[in-house]
């Protein structure tokens, strides 16, 4: 049962334009939400969160928007550069689980940004 | 530099071989983790260490075993057991744990098993 789905595996975008990758998630005990940015071979990079207790978060290009009624989170690019095209994973912490820490992943989305 | 170490960057197990895949970090960080990738499909928790000497199962643990005798090292091996080991393996380290420490997890390059 995937409890964070990432629905649309690719996205691709005009460079300058705007990109939005979303995340829904079915856990009402998630309390933290973070997006990482993948390039092939690499791991993962941290790119920005968001506590529960907030609806936005903006760092530089980069806004979060959580919806926790819809139980949804959308990550926000602004202006698209061709050096943002990489996979985009979001991620929850389970409050739930035992006081872990414990992340879950969603599926992953590639974006491409043309030049 | 302070970081998350993977190596190696490629590994190849043979059949019925354990393999050992490191994990060193020196940023100080309390909890490490392991994960792994798929082909089109997220990351999944294999196993978790909160501070030394102690870690947990996570939803894959099957066919996996970890020690964590340093802060720094927290050492992954993939046992024969593990029948489908082909994947992308993936350490993570964060300053702290659990639900009241908003702090990122932070990962290597990862490690990429295949079978011979």
């Known amino acids: 049962d995937q409890q964070v789905k990432q629905n649309s595996p690719s996205l691709s975008v005009q460079e300058g334009r705007i990109s939005i990758l979303n995340c829904d998630y079915t856990?009402?005990?998630?309390?933290?939400f973070l997006w990482y940015k993948k390039y092939p071979a690499e791991g993962p990079t941290f790119l920005i969160s968001?506590?529960?207790?907030?609806d936005k978060n903006e760092d530089g290009r980069f806004t979060v928007f959580l919806n926790k009624s819809a139980k949804h989170l959308s990550l926000h690019i602004v202006p698209s550069q061709p050096g943002d095209s990489a996979v985009y994973f979001c991620?929850?912490?389970?409050?739930?689980?035992?006081?872990?820490?414990?992340?879950?992943f969603g599926q992953g989305t590639t974006l491409q940004v043309k030049p | 530099d302070g970081g998350i170490t993977q190596s190696p960057k490629y590994l190849f197990r043979k059949e019925g071989q354990n393999v050992t895949l490191s994990c060193e970090q020196n940023?100080?960080?309390?909890?490490m983790y392991w994960y792994r990738q798929d082909p089109g499909q997220g990351l999944r928790l294999i196993y978790y260490?909160?501070?030394?000497?102690?870690?947990q199962k996570g939803d894959i643990a099957e066919g996996y075993s970890v020690s964590r005798e340093k802060k720094e090292s927290f050492p992954l091996t993939v046992t024969s057991a593990q029948k489908n080991p082909t994947a992308f393996y993936l350490c993570?380290?964060?300053?702290?744990?659990?639900?009241?420490?908003?702090?990122?997890?932070?990962f290597g390059d990862g490690t990429r098993l295949s079978i011979l």
């Open positions: 993570a380290s964060s300053i702290n744990w659990g639900a009241y420490s908003n702090q990122p997890q932070h």
């Open positions: 856990n009402s005990m998630f309390d933290y």
């Open positions: 968001i506590s529960s207790i907030k």
């Open positions: 991620a929850a912490r389970d409050d739930g689980s035992g006081n872990t820490g414990k992340l879950i």
């Open positions: 940023l100080n960080h309390d909890a």
């Open positions: 260490s909160q501070i030394v000497n102690d870690f």
